[in-house]
């Protein structure tokens, strides 16, 4: 959807709390400077930060000026500010929060089904192939997100051959809590000297959160409020994908909880929990990993044998090829329920096979070489191209 | 215990020993004269006779021989011309005979018992004669006629030019057993020579006798030591039993200065990552010495040194170059573990002319190198050797180097620096569908200029020739009568990339939410028989299916003939759109 820049927008999402709010009432946060009279906020506990993201440390006088958008002076100290914050979360909003589009992508999935390291390498992957082949770039939107992108994922998995450390449960301890990453997705325009923008929210969810009804009521508001979501199920959970799986990926054996099937029935239920007795309109990636553990199976000429496309966008026709190759082989792991259920429950879905390591990791949890991915852009790309913020490649 | 298998005929220890020995005179040796017998018979046992060290050696292929005695002075017919050996090497020649005979000399000639060519001549004041009448005119014509001029006084005096044939060719091999040539390698110096064969093993084996006896044996220093170890050599060391070298008086003078070799160059040969080959231009005079050791040299390249300074520098590469096509001399030497220089020095007489040095570092190869395939393009992965900065990655078709009447324009090189490398999952490049050797180069930094490493190589196998299928509407009247008789037909059309043989094929339908991946995935609704294809003549089969649609059609290489009938062929379908039918 186009932004009209002049228009204040009814329903905006944060990209931290993901909760909605009209953008009349975004705050601001005090500078920190000395007004002009020479007094300054003070930094202090910040209520209602600390109820959502735990303890965050003190923080600027935070207020809310209905008749300015962009600027605002601070009531207690008189310093002019552009620092906006959520009205929910107080959460510093990106730059051009509300003046371009946002898209909360929600990254889902069952405990081990490899979802942080799909979003890690899939990040690494836009800043050195992928943005090349689309024309764009995708820098971190705020310091949070920098720092900790290079420093907790991208420097443990790529310098130190690390798998991260079971993402923690959101329920479990607040004070532990990771908020989703923000990047903003910019491509040139078709004007010279314009870009187009949009922000890209992350929320990672911790496996455990999904694998029982009483923990996903936490993320029934980031589901509510993405606007797409991506699924990541691991095809080693299922029984007939573990048959055929090269031996040296079944290192644990599976748990019920953590069944592809019922983690789809349980995010769904989410989805749906509140609204009538509908499809999901939601766009929904469902993602296969751990391809690697598989790949000996894929006879030559699958789609899934195929080069990764090099078209600057989503290439339907290889998509298609894809998600139809991906559902015959559902059957084949014994995954034929997945598939029904996803045709009577979801408007618009897309099956993705990817590989995010390229080999079987060691028992220890590490990489011993270098990370190969396979198709890991695929389910973003198809996202985006489905919000337009991409081309989508149709061939004959 | 004899290690051919052959049985011994001196049971015991003894025996044992023996046999041991003579094996391992004949590795370096193929004539030895009785010295060596006494010696081996010594080392043997008290056993053991000379007759028995004699037989066990001519079984093991040594012949044994009375080695001639070689003369410690130069004859005194041009002991009187210090300028002789000056103007041979002007003119290129290693024998003064060489300006005499011409190419009659290599037919071959004999040197212990006077000259004496093959074809019976002799040399004698006419034919050195002769040959002054036909001194060639231009450059050479002095130092031409001034060698015949003195051969010419020589002849004078009865054998004296006998003696001059037989020490030139002494003193050819004289210098290279002082740079550690192997008796065999002698050998083959003296029969370049054109030196008949059994006097060259002599004549070599004399030589190599003379330079034992006059070598002084470093108990603590083994064969084969690291480079780190000094030379054990030679004359050069000072040692009272050393033979003197000749007074100055007597020396020859040499008016040409020594000229080192600059452009010594190491580099690692494909499939041999044990082995690194050295190579370098001949200097106009002199020979060339490779010496090795765990450091540089002090003197820069360039300078002229006493040679038993170069002595003390390292040791001696046991070697002999062997002229290659483009001139240059070729040696490969087994890479060693520690990090080593090798310098060449070219030798004449007392003096070393300090060549430039390779640094020949044992350095390891990219490990774990794999290959995988993703249709035409290949993505390899590699552990990298400490210090790697890049890579070099070298692909051929597999045919191109099996078949020596290929051409190997197929072979495509790139660069991959480890950063790329690092960011981007790996190397990936399009080789195509044949099976494919890879070869794979780490570059290593090195203080002055990079180092590659020795090759790691992989065969990438071929994938079977692309042969797409597609799935069409049957067209024209036939078409329009089956689309009102409602029956359901498709036309199958099948394109080979290249030509090939396709093998049997089945065609599936099925009526599942999922398309076919098997034959089993659906129900067989037509076979095609195979037959050979050629990619200008597209196959065209038209196939009746079921009554009820949508389906999927899918095509597979019948899974019931035998693997070698299912030929190499990769049946790559359309869009999957294509393949649903109403």
């Known amino acids: ?396 | 215990m004899i290690q051919d298998g052959s049985e011994s005929r001196y049971p015991g220890p003894g025996a044992q020993r023996l046999d041991r020995g003579a094996a391992a005179v004949s590795e370096d040796a193929s004539c030895v004269g009785p010295g060596r017998v006494d010696q081996l018979c010594a080392e043997s046992g008290p056993g053991v006779t000379a007759a028995e060290a004699r037989k066990a050696l001519e079984r093991r292929g040594v012949r044994v021989a009375e080695l001639p005695s070689l003369p410690a002075q130069p004859p005194s017919a041009i002991g009187r011309h210090p300028e002789f050996a000056d103007l041979l090497s002007r003119l290129g020649r290693k024998l003064s005979i060489e300006l005499v005979f011409g190419s009659a000399l290599k037919r071959g000639f004999r040197v212990l018992k006077g000259l004496r060519l093959e074809d019976g001549r002799h040399l004698d004041r006419e034919v050195i004669d002769e040959a002054r009448q036909q001194t060639p005119t231009g450059a050479l014509h002095d130092d031409w006629s001034g060698v015949l001029s003195i051969l010419a006084d020589a002849a004078q005096e009865p054998g004296a030019l006998d003696d001059i044939a037989f020490w030139e060719v002494v003193e050819v091999l004289r210098p290279l057993a002082r740079l550690g040539y192997s008796q065999r390698a002698l050998t083959e110096q003296a029969t370049r020579l054109s030196l008949e064969r059994g006097e060259a093993e002599v004549l070599a084996a004399a030589v190599a006798e003379e330079h034992a006896m006059l070598t002084p044996r470093d108990p603590a220093a083994p064969p084969k030591t690291e480079p780190s170890v000094p030379a054990v050599d030679r004359s050069t060391v000072a040692d009272p039993g050393v033979k003197p070298d000749p007074p100055a008086a007597s020396r020859p003078v040499h008016t040409e200065p020594l000229q080192p070799v600059t452009d010594l160059q190491a580099r690692t040969i494909r499939s041999r990552t044990d082995i690194v080959q050295l190579s370098w231009s001949p200097p106009p005079v002199g020979m060339v010495s490779l010496r090795i050791a765990a450091e540089p040299p002090t003197w820069s390249a360039g300078t002229v040194i006493a040679i038993r300074d170069a002595d003390s520098y390292g040791r001696p590469l046991t070697a002999t170059g062997v002229p290659g096509p483009d001139r240059r001399m070729t040696h490969e030497l087994a890479l060693p573990q520690a990090r080593a220089f090798v310098t060449a020095m070219t030798v004449r007489d007392a003096d070393a002319a300090v060549g430039s040095t390779v640094e020949i570092t044992k350095r390891a190869p990219v490990r774990g190198l794999s290959a995988r395939r993703f249709g035409e393009e290949v993505r390899l992965t590699w552990t990298w050797p400490e210090d790697a900065i890049t890579a070099r990655v070298a692909w051929q078709p597999s045919a191109a180097i099996d078949d020596e009447h290929v051409p190997s324009a197929g072979r495509q090189q790139r660069t991959c620096s480890r950063r790329a490398y690092d960011a981007e999952g790996g190397f990936s490049a399009v080789m195509g569908h044949a099976a494919q050797r890879v070869a794979v180069w780490a570059v290593i930094a090195g203080t002055d200029r990079e180092q590659v490493t020795a090759p790691a190589e992989i065969e990438v196998p071929q994938t079977g020739i692309p042969v797409h299928y597609d799935v069409r509407r049957v067209p024209g009247f036939s078409g329009l009568v089956s689309l009102v008789r409602r029956q359901r037909r498709r036309v199958l059309r099948l394109r080979a990339t290249r030509r090939c043989v396709l093998p049997d094929l089945i065609v599936v339908e099925s009526r599942h939410p999922g398309i076919p991946l098997a034959p089993h995935g659906g129900e067989a609704v037509a076979k095609i028989v195979g037959r050979p294809m050629d990619p200008d003549m597209p196959l065209n089969v038209v196939v009746e299916l079921g009554a009820d649609g949508p389906s999927w059609l899918t095509c597979f290489i019948d899974p019931a003939k035998p693997a070698p009938a299912r030929g190499r062929v990769t049946l790559v379908p359309p869009p999957v759109a294509r393949l649903r039918v109403r």
């Open chain 1, 1 to 396: 959807m186009v932004a009209l820049p002049l228009l204040p927008r009814f329903r905006l999402a944060c990209p931290y709390c993901y909760k909605i709010f009209p953008e009349w009432q975004i705050e601001f946060r005090c500078s920190g400077r000395a007004g002009p009279g020479g007094e300054r906020c003070e930094p202090a506990p910040d209520p209602q930060q600390e109820s959502h993201f735990g303890s965050t440390g003190d923080q600027l006088h935070s207020f809310r000026d209905v008749r300015h958008r962009y600027r605002a002076v601070c009531p207690v100290s008189g310093a002019q500010t552009t620092t906006r914050v959520c009205p929910r979360c107080h959460s510093v909003l990106p730059v051009h929060f509300g003046r371009i589009n946002s898209q909360l992508i929600a990254l889902t999935g069952a405990r081990d089904s490899g979802k942080t390291v799909f979003m890690t390498v899939f990040m690494h992957e836009f800043g050195y192939r992928l943005g090349d082949r689309l024309g764009a770039s995708i820098p971190g939107a705020d310091d949070e997100t920098r720092n900790s992108f290079r420093r907790d994922y991208e420097q443990r998995l790529y310098e130190g051959h690390s798998l991260p450390d079971p993402t923690f449960t959101v329920a479990a301890d607040r004070q532990g809590y990771r908020p989703p990453m923000v990047f903003k997705f910019k491509r040139q325009a078709p004007f010279p000297g314009r870009t187009r923008q949009t922000l890209l929210s992350f929320f990672d969810t911790a496996g455990e959160d999904l694998t029982t009804k009483a923990s996903t009521e936490l993320n029934g508001r980031y589901l509510e409020a993405a606007d797409a979501i991506i699924l990541i199920l691991d095809p080693l959970q299922m029984s007939g994908g573990r048959r055929l799986a090269a031996r040296a990926a079944l290192q644990q054996d599976p748990r019920p909880e953590d069944d592809p099937y019922s983690v789809l029935q349980r995010i769904t239920e989410m989805l749906q929990a509140g609204h009538r007795d509908r499809k999901v309109r939601k766009p929904l990636a469902v993602v296969f990993t751990k391809l690697d553990a598989l790949w000996h199976e894929f006879p030559e000429g699958s789609a899934l044998n195929r080069p990764e496309p090099k078209s600057a966008g989503c290439d339907e026709r290889d998509s298609l090829d894809v998600h139809r190759h991906v559902q015959a082989l559902l059957h084949d792991w014994d995954g034929r329920q997945i598939d029904q259920f996803l045709q009577h429950h979801y408007r618009c879905y897309r099956y993705f096979g990817a590989s995010a390591l390229g080999a079987i990791p060691t028992p220890d949890r590490r990489v011993s070489g270098v990370i190969q991915p396979y198709r890991v852009g695929d389910p973003i790309l198809w996202l985006l191209s489905r919000a337009r913020m991409v081309r989508t490649i149709r061939r004959s």
